[in-house]
């Protein structure tokens, strides 16, 4: 039985300890080499050991686990990332055909994860394949939403839109071409159909954000300066996540 040598980046200790346990108990075949608190402490153990595997958490202070294609230029090992976020990215994973875990791991998964990984380890350079995952990361697929207005249908970019506000039974999105797009559809509804785009936020019950388009925020008057000076509310008990959310979001 060949043993893949493994390395775990997650700066959460209890997360770290939960997946060498499970590795322990059922996947033999995996040997934890080290672990690391952040990315760039998992890059000097990387170097170090030269492991065929990393497990690696997508959401990390200062550098997100998918910007490792910006500090190697090659990439010889297995990448399994692990999030705790259903609608982060999974979307670009899975066109990419990227192996990931969501928290808290599944033992099944893992184990169908590991046979994934030993069919793949003879391929050498992975760098161009995660190349692609981070661009569709960073456009969002260039996915489009479908609006409907005043008995028409309008197609838009997803990363085109600004905000979205409530006003009584209607909802304005606003573009970044500066126009604005009224529909009879609530703000719940596009809340749940953007679940997926890490770039949105819901920060009051009459709006949401697209962070990508944020220019400056008033914490004092609890309000979002966004691009083409559409200006959004933000819910003071909102703003940890909010910050959090913007340490993670913002390319």
């Keep these: 039985m060949k043993v893949i040598g493994t390395v775990i980046i997650d700066d959460e200790e209890r997360a ?14 995996l040997r934890i080499l080290d672990e690391a608190h952040d990315l760039r402490d998992g890059l000097e153990k990387i170097k170090n050991h030269k492991p065929q595997l990393v497990f690696l958490d997508v959401e990390m202070p200062n550098y997100p686990g998918y910007e490792i294609v910006n500090f190697l230029d090659v990439i010889d090992f297995e990448i399994i ?25 599944d033992r099944y998964k893992l184990i169908e994860a590991i046979s994934k990984v030993k069919s793949k380890l003879s391929q050498k350079n992975k760098l161009e394949h995660y190349q692609v995952l981070l661009q569709k990361i960073n456009d969002n697929n260039n996915e489009k939403i479908i609006i409907p207005e005043l008995g028409n249908r309008r197609i838009i970019d997803i990363k085109d839109i600004i905000a979205i506000e409530a006003n009584g039974a209607y909802t304005t999105i606003y573009q970044t ?15 749940n159909k953007l679940a997926s785009y890490n770039i949105f936020f819901r920060s009051h019950r009459s709006w949401i954000i697209n962070i990508n388009h944020l220019d400056r925020f008033n914490k004092t008057e609890c309000l979002l300066i966004m691009n ?24």
């Design 81 to 105: 990332f692990t999030t705790a976020y259903d609608q982060y990215a999974i979307k670009a994973f899975e066109i990419c055909a990227v192996d990931y875990l969501l928290k808290p791991i």
């Design 16 to 29: 770290r300890s939960v997946m060498r346990n499970l590795a322990d108990k059922y996947c033999p075949t």
């Design 228 to 251: 083409n000076n559409v200006i959004a509310k933000i819910t003071r008990t909102f703003y940890s996540r909010f910050e959090e959310r913007l340490n993670s979001s913002i390319i």
């Design 177 to 191: 071409n500066g126009s604005k797009i009224t529909t009879s559809k609530n703000l719940k509804h596009f809340e």
